[in-house]
């Protein structure tokens, strides 16, 4: 609208985009290069002794396991929470209070908060006990039980992080017009089919928003794994930690970072191409 | 990048303790670090001493923080409590103030010769001031004695009696009832260094891969099978064992105290297990320092004198549960749980098989690595059942480039060594 | 189809009971999201005995506010307290101060390499940005920011900023041009325009931002574990500290991380949805 003042945007978004060049594409380079080389040349011994390590190949099996078990049942309880919200008036905002509390709760604290309900004289064993169902504590977060840790782990994860996922659909939810669902019952359509071939369909672009930040989240997970589970699963960012703190090595570090983010970019490509957008309804 | 590192981490250093009051005499441990006992420092142990900032750190992070201050010249720190091994490189760069005057007069208090040659770290001056002695030990619910195998005695334990010892308890009361703090926070690590290494094979570094370390490490994998499973997630032992989680637990003494103290008749306190080379126990020193350029010389030398007072050390001994350096009697009425732990200490050194095994010295910001080698060995072999050959063969391999890379010498019980330590 | 005739035969025993359905779903997952937190406060007040009791009843019996306040008195943990607090204030002014401009920017105006400055925006929200925390350490100790409030602010604000701006751009885009255009009309400079007009249409939404930047910054602990030492946000002062502490000094810590965030997101519930309807649109 204004040719005469068309610096003025750039002048807008000129400090943004200096801040995310100075602290977000250099630091990138680094890690890159930090990965990369040895002692100022390149070499590939920082990746080699990432991959000969014990933990490497369990550490991507447990992120992969983890991240598929978890958002697919984390979109599911979203869209439940959605559709069910939908119907409701009075109440609405105190219930939407409630479901979305644990977007405040830190991926550290979700891990204590679980770790007092599953520890072996936790509140589960108190339960099962009084159900009659086990006759002594029993530990289900122990490398013998490796199917129990994954599924505590897992659920920890499920209660921290269907609230933005939920946040996100029901924004969705709130902008599908009524008169698409209207439409649709008068011409006999059941909740299912008007489920699946209105609602989702008109929801695409929340979905992929939700899908992407929750998928990149979860290849993050790190804090609930360490609370819960200690060395028993190993998880990539946890190594990526553990070399930088405990063993100082600071490129085997760096080769870890790297690896995330290639699998985290990956991802959030193959969920651009999955769930095609209109592209004038991208951010 | 070393360097890098060091010019920022006194950077910040200098604005972290800018910020506080000027007067405070800085004092850097890496001992008593946990919430609890951190607190007990501040607010017992350094009550009277004037405004001293305690503050812990980790040992990697100690070692970078000591190198990085050395090499800028800029010292923020006036005290240091460390670990012998990790005091020794510190008077290897030599860049620790020497404090013979103070150690003849703690000499004329009572403070052991053996024990404070031992702060000269082979120096012809006197590096620090031994500050606080503590160990391993195993502790045991009373209830537990009844299923020990005939014929043991619970402060002369062999490999095979603990073993037979597990077994039975397993099968009276169904579950697994001993523990051994292999949590991401535990000392695991230490327990192979300086027990199991030297109790099967007689050395640590050297003997790695050798033959008597592969017999070992399948004692260990039959002891395995009776070990709470939740040893893995074990930190401190004082929990389990006070939640009645397992009945058997080696740990540090300051990491049995709390459940000990907390219900002394109910436990005995005992050494740990010897194999074949002997009883393999790891004595554990912990110094006071002061470097040299301490902005606060004077501060510290109060409070190492202080701390070194008989009253105080003994204060020490009952609210930590770390023994004092000086020759003092724990009196009767002190506090029975650290009377059984002191009881099971000189039990261990009174044994006819004792092997004393010194914490790894020279390895710099490599101690990390060093425990890594140990506790892969372990998860791979225990754990995840791989063949003892193939690990041992791996892990050794890790195992001596690190000892190349930091040129350590050789540490008891290994033979010394000329140059690095090396792995046969 | 049996439920269509049962509707027809008795509608309203129907919809009780589909009423009764939803209801008692709610009420599942509402008791799903707050049980878990009673249990953990339940740790966190029972004290040391509390934790080892056994079997537990899960009835708020034998707790008392003691242990709680003695681990807030505990060295450090008011220190790390206020460092989080001094951190998440940085992100929020930083995050606000550069994102709002660019959002602002993003709904206004049409310019070239607009679809590229958002790729970047929509890149970073691709990557895991915590893990860039490591090459950062060389670049802060280089600057002095190694162990600082200010350089966990700084990576905290990366986290921040992409999704500050995209939020802001809604908001603008819902604040009427014609309103701004009408100010214009009646002698105001675009400056003056904006901060008479736009600026306070557009402040709830701005502080909603502004409360999201911060829980995003109190919440984070993997670059503030990695870039400080001594001068810890509370999530890396107990990463490092709890795993060393008995149980129940461990879920006090939780409490103390859950209770903020409970209230922040109480103070922002109404524009929660606005908000992510309009970035995820």
């Given amino acids: 609208m204004t040719n005469n003042r068309s610096w003025i945007p750039y002048l807008l978004i000129l400090p943004s985009v200096a801040f995310l060049a100075l602290l977000f594409i250099v630091p990138l380079v680094q890690t890159i290069w930090l990965a990369f080389s040895d002692n100022g040349v390149p070499s590939p011994a920082n990746a080699q002794r990432m991959m000969a390590d014990i933990n490497f190949t369990r550490s991507i099996k447990n992120t992969f396991l983890l991240t598929i078990a978890v958002v697919p049942v984390q979109l599911a309880i979203a869209l439940a929470m959605g559709t069910m919200v939908a119907k409701v008036g009075r109440g609405r905002e105190t219930i939407l209070w409630v479901w979305t509390i644990p977007l405040g709760i830190s991926d550290l604290a979700a891990g204590l908060v679980w770790l007092s309900i599953l520890q072996n004289s936790g509140y589960f064993n108190s339960l099962l006990l009084g159900l009659g169902v086990i006759g002594r504590q029993a530990s289900w977060l122990s490398y013998q039980t490796p199917v129990a840790l994954f599924f505590a782990i897992a659920v920890a994860e499920i209660w921290r992080g269907t609230a933005i996922v939920m946040v996100i659909i029901v924004a969705g939810l709130n902008q599908v017009p009524k008169e698409f669902r209207e439409a649709a019952e008068i011409f006999g359509a059941g909740p299912w089919t008007r489920f699946w071939r209105i609602t989702l369909p008109l929801i695409r672009p929340a979905l992929q928003s939700a899908l992407i930040l929750r998928t990149v989240l979860a290849f993050e997970v790190f804090a609930v794994v360490y609370a819960l589970g200690g060395r028993n699963f190993p998880v990539l960012v946890g190594e990526a930690y553990n070399w930088q703190n405990q063993n100082q090595n600071y490129g085997v570090a760096a080769a870890y970072a790297v690896l995330i983010m290639i699998i985290s970019l990956a991802a959030t490509l193959i969920y651009l191409k999955a769930i095609k957008v209109d592209p004038e309804r991208l951010p | 990048m070393k360097r890098l590192m060091s010019l920022g981490i006194v950077a910040s250093t200098v604005l972290a303790f800018a910020s506080p009051v000027l007067a405070q005499t800085v004092f850097v441990s890496t001992q008593l670090r946990p919430i609890e006992e951190a607190t007990i420092v501040r607010e017992e142990l350094l009550q009277d001493v004037g405004d001293v900032d305690y503050v812990v750190e980790e040992p990697p992070q100690f070692a970078v923080r000591m190198e990085a201050e050395r090499q800028a010249g800029t010292r923020t720190v006036s005290l240091v409590g460390a670990l012998h091994g990790e005091l020794s490189p510190l008077a290897d760069r030599d860049s620790l103030e020497p404090l013979d005057e103070l150690a003849k007069k703690l000499a004329a208090g009572g403070m052991p010769q053996s024990l404070l040659d031992l702060g000269k770290l082979g120096k012809s001056t006197q590096q620090y001031i031994p500050w606080m002695q503590a160990t391993y030990v195993m502790a045991a619910k009373k209830e537990a004695l009844q299923y020990l195998p005939a014929g043991a005695d619970v402060n002369a334990l062999t490999y095979d009696q603990l073993i037979e010892w597990a077994k039975k308890m397993q099968e009276a009361t169904g579950q697994p009832q001993i523990g051994f703090p292999a949590g991401p926070k535990g000392l695991m690590a230490r327990y192979f260094q300086g027990y199991f290494y030297p109790s099967f094979t007689g050395g640590v570094v050297r003997t790695f891969q050798s033959a008597d370390a592969a017999a070992g490490w399948e004692k260990l994998k039959a002891l395995w099978a009776y070990v709470n499973p939740n040893s893995t997630n074990y930190d401190f032992m004082q929990e389990p064992l006070a939640a009645g989680e397992v009945m058997v637990a080696w740990d540090h003494v300051a990491r049995l105290k709390n459940a000990i103290s907390a219900a002394p008749d109910d436990y005995v306190v005992f050494p740990a297990p010897a194999g074949p080379k002997g009883r393999g126990y790891m004595p554990v020193v912990a110094g006071l320092a002061i470097p040299k350029g301490a902005p606060d010389k004077d501060g510290a030398t109060k409070i190492i004198e202080h701390l070194a007072a008989p009253d105080v050390q003994l204060l020490t001994a009952s609210r930590v549960g770390f023994f004092p350096t000086l020759n003092v009697k724990l009196p009767e009425d002190l506090d029975p749980g650290v009377a059984l732990l002191a009881g099971a200490v000189t039990a261990t050194q009174a044994s006819k098989d004792a092997l004393i095994s010194l914490l790894p010295v020279g390895l710099g910001d490599k101690g990390g690595e060093f425990n890594k080698v140990y506790m892969d060995s372990f998860q791979r072999i225990v754990l995840q059942n791989e063949p003892v050959a193939d690990v041992l063969k791996a892990q050794g391999q890790t195992l001596a480039k690190l000892m190349t890379d930091t040129k350590a010498p050789c540490w008891a019980p290994d033979a010394k060594s000329d140059g690095p330590c090396p792995v046969e | ?281």
């Fill in chain 3, 1 to 281: 189809m049996s439920a269509q005739t049962t509707s027809t035969a008795n509608p309203a025993g129907f919809v009780s009971s589909r009423r009764w359905l939803l209801w008692s779903g709610i009420a599942a997952l509402c008791a799903w999201v707050l049980v878990p937190i009673y249990l953990v406060a339940l740790g966190a007040l029972g004290g040391r005995q509390g934790v080892y009791q056994w079997p537990k009843t899960g009835l708020p019996t034998g707790i008392s506010l003691d242990p709680f306040i003695l681990f807030l008195k505990t060295e450090g943990v008011l220190q790390s307290f206020l460092n989080s607090l001094g951190a998440a204030g940085i992100t929020v002014a930083l995050s606000i101060l550069l994102g709002a401009p660019a959002g602002y920017a993003l709904a206004r105006y049409n310019f070239h390499g607009k679809d590229s400055y958002r790729l970047l925006v929509l890149l970073t929200r691709a990557f895991p940005l915590a893990i860039l925390a490591l090459p950062l350490t060389v670049s802060f100790i280089k600057l002095g920011l190694y162990d600082t409030i200010i350089g966990v602010g700084l990576i905290h604000t990366v986290l921040a900023l992409p999704f500050a701006a995209l939020v802001t751009q809604g908001i603008f885009l819902g604040v009427p041009r014609e309103l701004e255009e009408a100010a214009w009309v009646f002698g105001c400079t675009r400056v003056q325009a904006f901060f008479k007009i736009v600026a306070p249409l557009a402040l709830p939404g701005i502080v909603a931002t502004a409360v999201f930047a911060f829980v995003i910054s109190w919440n984070e602990v993997f670059a503030a574990s990695v870039l400080t030492v001594r001068n810890r946000t509370l999530t890396a002062y107990l990463l490092t500290v709890l795993s060393e502490s008995p149980m129940h000094y461990r879920f006090a810590g939780g409490l103390m991380l859950i209770l903020p965030s409970v209230i922040f997101i109480f103070a922002v519930r109404r524009y929660l949805f606005a908000i992510w309807g309009i970035s995820s649109k």
